[in-house]
Structure formats: C-alpha cells, structure tokens
C-alpha cells in the first residue's frame, strides 16, 4: 500500500508557476502509475497529468498540454508537477494519484485510481 502526501500549491497570480510535489511512502513510485488530477468547487475531479508505470511517456489534458510538466524521481520516491503560465481556471485543489494495475485507456478517469493524496490547494488571482 502506498501513502501520498501533497505540498507546494498556494496563492499565484496569472502568468506565474508552481511545482507540486508528492511523496510516496510504502512503495516504490516506479512500480506504480501516478497521476495529477484537479478538482474546482462544485465540479468533478479531472484528469491533469500522468505517468503510466511503465516507461516514461507523460499524458496531458489538452488545457495544460505545453504549461505543466510531470515528472518522477525514484530516487527521492516523489511526483512534480511543474506548472508554468498558470491561468484563473487552474485554481482548484490538485490531487496525487497512484496506481500499480491501471490500464492506460482508463489513465484519465478519476475511478480508476486507487490511491489519493489529501489535496492541495491552487489558486490563480488574475
């Protein structure tokens, strides 16, 4: 079982960046997918970015595709998510995700997940 705690969001104004960290205990990061996903009030939580456990091919939403970066360190055993550029619709509470049986059709839908970090919040002041 893999434990996720988030940290690095806060107050940012529009244009500025971010770097989201996650860190994984119990487990292995390489041995899992990990996955950003981003939920606004009153709105699903959706698909941000992601890892597939396998290989180092990054998946994006279209919205944050050439702004935000994945990546993993297995040697820290953590996730980032580097967020450029960010925009008054990225304000939300981002959230780690992890998972060592997802299949890569089912990457971009929350359910699939099994593993959940406690959140951290964004906000983008325009």
């Known amino acids: 079982q893999v434990q996720l705690v988030e940290s690095g969001g806060g107050l940012v104004q529009a244009g500025g960046s971010l770097r989201l960290s996650c860190a994984a205990s119990?487990?292995?990061?390489?041995?899992?997918?990990m996955g950003w996903f981003r939920q606004a009030p009153g709105k699903e939580r959706d698909f941000v970015a992601a890892?597939?456990?396998?290989?180092?091919?990054?998946y994006y939403t279209d919205s944050v595709r050439g702004r935000f970066t994945i990546s993993r360190d297995n040697t820290k055993n953590t996730v980032s998510l580097q967020m450029n550029d960010l925009k008054p619709e990225d304000t939300a509470v981002y959230y780690c995700?992890?998972?060592?049986?997802?299949?890569?059709?089912?990457?971009?839908?929350?359910?699939?997940?099994?593993?959940w970090g406690q959140g951290t919040q964004v906000t983008v002041s325009s």
């Open positions: 995700a992890a998972d060592s049986r997802l299949i890569l059709s089912s990457l971009r839908s929350w359910l699939s997940w099994d593993h």
């Open positions: 119990g487990r292995p990061v390489g041995t899992y997918s």
């Open positions: 890892l597939f456990r396998s290989g180092n091919n990054a």
